[in-house]
């Protein structure tokens, strides 16, 4: 049933998106809506945690704060980069994720890695590793603030 | 007169996501290893890229090619962290420690 639900929504994804209804084309677009099922499937993507319309929902002011975040984290790095003495202090530091499922590790690993500055190395049964471009980064990410908000998302 | 107003926004972001695609270009030169050169290349990847795809949305205006930008943003978004976690944790695997640094104590591998 997810299974089919996901096809017509790719596929309508791929109508909209190529506007090509030659036979030819149409085929290659069913095959390759396909395996990504086929791809998703091997992922075990259908077995649990499908479409969530509720995350969705508090997902949308989420993206909010941290494109905040991504404003002020790039102009610090860019303030760093073109400063001549190059003021880094290269910190790896250790975050336990206050998510439980995957999902929501996930979606931390990524945020951190998306603002400059902090970039997710490893994720291994929920301790982050992160590797901070200076240490007042590493200190502002050890606060937590995304942490929580991340874990907020799938209560 | 809106038009003009929204043109001239536009170029101002057009202008703006090329400097800082610039930056990240030079961050990535100067920048010591692997890991401290990734987060220069993450200011290409963010608000370079942002302000390149909503300067050029303005450009269309309504459209269904305004609403393919803004998917691309969207994607962007999702893949490019996911890749450099992907080349990070490549190079950490392979036994690549950042320069400078130490595992924290507490790590447990």
């Known amino acids: ?155 | 007169m809106m038009a003009q107003a929204l043109d001239i926004l536009s170029w101002a972001m057009l202008l703006a996501g090329a400097t800082f695609v610039f930056i990240g270009g030079v961050g990535v030169l100067r920048m010591p290893d692997l890991y401290t050169r990734m987060h220069a290349a993450s200011l290409t990847d963010t608000l370079g890229t942002l302000l390149l795809l909503g300067g050029l949305m303005l450009q269309s205006g309504l459209s269904l090619a305004t609403f393919k930008l803004l998917a691309v943003a969207v994607f962007l978004l999702l893949t490019a962290p996911t890749a450099t976690y992907a080349l990070a944790n490549a190079a950490l695997l392979a036994g690549r420690l950042p320069k400078g640094t130490t595992l924290p104590e507490d790590f447990k591998q």
Do not use: Y
Request: hydrophobic share 50%.
């Open chain 1, 1 to 155: 049933m997810h299974v089919i639900l996901t096809f017509i929504l790719l596929f309508a994804a791929w109508l909209l998106w190529s506007g090509f209804f030659k036979p030819l084309l149409l085929t290659l677009g069913v095959l390759s809506c396909v395996l990504v099922l086929v791809l998703s499937r091997r992922m075990g993507f259908f077995e649990k945690g499908f479409f969530s319309l509720h995350l969705i929902g508090r997902l949308l002011p989420f993206w909010g704060w941290l494109g905040k975040e991504l404003i002020t984290s790039n102009l610090q790095v860019a303030r760093i980069v073109l400063s001549p003495s190059l003021p880094i202090s290269p910190t790896l530091i250790k975050l336990d994720a206050l998510q439980k499922e995957p999902i929501g590790q996930a979606i931390l690993g990524n945020s951190i890695t998306l603002t400059p500055g902090t970039v997710t190395i490893d994720d291994h049964d929920g301790q982050l590793l992160v590797h901070c471009l200076t240490e007042s980064g590493a200190q502002a990410l050890k606060e937590g603030e995304m942490n929580r908000r991340v874990a907020a998302l799938d209560d």
